[in-house]
C-alpha cells in the first residue's frame, strides 16, 4: 500500500509482509492459528513491532495488530508527534495518566496529536501513516507539565490544575501556559538550537513585565483558595525563577530538542 507523499522530517513506517500456509486436504476446518506472542513495546492487541525505539528517538514504538489493518503509537519520547494518514478518522488515545490527560484536554479537540506520555490507536495500517513532531505543542507540554510542577510546590494546587473543570486553579494554569506561548515567537528554532528551556524561561518570565497579569493574579487566588499559609503564597514572577536549574526540566528539554533536532535538522538559526 502506498503511504502519503513525503513531508520534511517525517518518518515513513514500512508494513511487514505476512506469509499464508496453504493447507492441504483437510475435511474439517483447520484449529485457529495461536495468538501471536506480543514483541517488546507492544500489546496482546498489537503484537508486531513495525517501527522500534531508536537510538536517536528512543521512546517511540510503533506496532501493528497481527492482521496488519491498525496502527499503535507508543510515544514515551519528550515530544509531541502528530499522525498523518491516509484517513481522516483521526487517533484514539488510551487511558493517559494526569498529567498528559490535562494537557491533552487543552488541545482544542485537535485529533491527531499524540503528547508525551500517550499511546495512540490509529485505524490505518502502517503503511497508510506518518508521524511527525510539533514543535509548538512540544513547547506547549514542556510548559503545561513545568507549570503544574511549579505551582505544586509547597502542597499548591497543582491536583485542582490538572482537573478538567474551570477551577482558580485550572484557569491560572490555562492562561499563564498561553501567556508562555505567546512570547515563544519560534518554536521550531527553540527546539532545533537546543535552547527551549531557556526559551519558556524567559517567555514565562516576559508575562509579568508590563504589570500585574491575568496569569499572576489567578496564580495567587489559587493558592489562597488551597488555604497556603501567607509565606506560601509567593507570586507568579518568583516561583518561576530558577527554572533553568531545574533538573527534570532540563533532562527533558533536553530530550525535546535532541528528537526535533533528528527530524528537522534545517530549522536550526
Known sequence: MAGLPRRRGAIGIAVLAICATAVVGALLAPPPPPAMEAAEGCTEDFPRLVLPGRAEL?????????????????NDTAAVWVVESDSRSGVHLLPLDEH?????????????????????????PPAGVRLHIDARLTMAQLAHDQL??????????????????????????????????????????????????????????AIEADGR????????????????????????????????????????????????????????S
Open 58 to 74: 528512543e521512546g517511540l514504538v510503533v506496532c501493528s495488530d497481527a492482521a496488519g489493518t491498525s496502527t499503535l503509537v507508543r
Open 100 to 124: 498528559t490527560r490535562s494537557f491533552a484536554g487543552l488541545l482544542d479537540g485537535s485529533g491527531s496529536s499524540v503528547p508525551a506520555g500517550a499511546v495512540a490507536v490509529v485505524p490505518q
Open 148 to 205: 503544574v510542577a511549579t505551582l505544586g510546590r509547597k502542597d499548591g494546587p497543582a491536583l485542582a490544575a490538572l482537573r478538567p473543570e474551570p477551577t482558580v486553579a485550572r484557569r491560572a494554569l490555562v492562561e499563564c501556559l498561553a501567556g508562555t506561548l505567546r512570547n515563544v515567537p519560534s518554536p521550531g528554532c527553540a527546539l532545533a538550537d537546543g535552547r527551549p528551556l531557556e526559551v519558556l524561561a524567559a517567555a514565562a518570565a
Open 213 to 268: 497579569s491575568l496569569c499572576g493574579v489567578l496564580w495567587l487566588e489559587a493558592k489562597a483558595n488551597a488555604n497556603l499559609p501567607s509565606v506560601d503564597q509567593t507570586a507568579f514572577v518568583a516561583d518561576i525563577v530558577g527554572w533553568e536549574r531545574n533538573a527534570g526540566f532540563t533532562a527533558r528539554a533536553d530530550a525535546a530538542a535532541a528528537a526535533y533536532l533528528q527530524m528537522q535538522p534545517e530549522d536550526r
